[in-house]
């Protein structure tokens, strides 16, 4: 059975994000060197970028990462939370700030991870600012395996917001891609993919 489809866009960084068509975007990791990992994003139509993530290299401090356009500005600085308190919970959680105009930082979204201590097996859950959903403590959640490459991204509806994939035959997950639904704010999703990036220890991960 199809999932429901979008009545409005989903802007979650900004409606610039969101095409009024499904997209299908080619995300090409970045080896990790001294001054840090990473990966870009280009757009299968044009092969040109569109997003650039880097790791907690390039910022000189671990749990930290930041996603740029295609002029280079950063669009999410992502941070993953810490402290005592943090270190004795289940779940860590991350945090994604947009820019506005004049730089100031602003609370978009919020990622729990689940702890090795569960085998990562929990859900990967996302909260909004502001809430998207009525009920609950999340709104989007991540469903599948993203080291395979085959994961979902859905909404508290079961909405498919966003589909992770490699080509069939294909065993370098060093190249895949990612479907983005129609409305659904590309920056968000690309904010959520360097996350998941770097909790399993791949190309963002120091």
Same mark, same amino acid.
């Given at each position: #059975?199809?999932?429901?489809?979008?009545?409005?866009?989903? *802007?979650?960084?900004?409606?610039?994000?969101?095409?009024?068509? +499904? $997209?299908?975007?080619?995300? /090409?990791?970045?080896? +990790?060197?001294?001054?840090?990992?990473?990966?870009?994003?280009?757009?299968?139509?044009?092969?040109?970028?569109?997003?650039?993530?880097?790791?907690?290299? $390039?910022?000189?401090?671990?749990?930290?990462?930041?996603? /740029? @356009?295609? *002029?280079? =500005?950063?669009?999410?600085? &992502? /941070? /993953?939370?810490?402290?005592? $308190?943090? *270190?004795?919970?289940?779940?860590?959680?991350?945090?994604?700030?947009?820019? =506005?105009?004049?730089? &100031?930082?602003? %609370?978009?979204?919020?990622?729990?991870?689940?702890?090795?201590?569960?085998?990562?097996? !929990? *859900?990967?859950?996302?909260?909004?600012?502001?809430?998207? !959903?009525?009920?609950? =403590?999340?709104?989007?959640?991540?469903?599948?395996?993203?080291?395979?490459?085959?994961?979902? &991204?859905? @909404?508290?509806?079961?909405?498919? #917001?966003?589909?992770?994939?490699?080509?069939?035959? #294909?065993?370098? #997950?060093? %190249?895949?891609?990612?479907?983005?639904?129609?409305?659904?704010?590309?920056?968000?999703?690309?904010?959520?993919?360097?996350?998941?990036?770097?909790?399993?220890?791949?190309?963002?991960?120091?």
């Amino acid at each position: #059975m199809a999932s429901p489809k979008l009545k409005a866009p989903v *802007a979650i960084i900004s409606k610039l994000y969101c095409s009024p068509s +499904q $997209v299908v975007l080619t995300v /090409r990791k970045r080896p +990790q060197t001294v001054t840090g990992g990473g990966f870009v994003v280009t757009e299968d139509s044009t092969q040109s970028v569109v997003f650039r993530v880097e790791g907690c290299g $390039v910022l000189g401090s671990q749990g930290e990462l930041i996603v /740029r @356009d295609r *002029a280079g =500005d950063a669009l999410l600085l &992502i /941070r /993953r939370k810490e402290g005592v $308190v943090q *270190a004795l919970s289940i779940n860590r959680k991350w945090k994604g700030y947009s820019f =506005d105009y004049e730089g &100031i930082k602003k %609370l978009v979204f919020k990622l729990k991870e689940p702890n090795s201590c569960l085998g990562r097996t !929990s *859900a990967i859950r996302i909260s909004t600012e502001p809430r998207r !959903s009525s009920g609950g =403590d999340w709104d989007f959640e991540v469903q599948g395996r993203f080291p395979e490459k085959a994961c979902t &991204i859905v @909404d508290h509806l079961g909405r498919i #917001m966003a589909q992770i994939g490699v080509e069939k035959g #294909m065993r370098n #997950m060093d %190249l895949y891609y990612v479907v983005v639904k129609p409305g659904v704010d590309q920056a968000f999703v690309f904010g959520v993919i360097a996350v998941l990036d770097n909790i399993y220890g791949e190309s963002t991960a120091c």
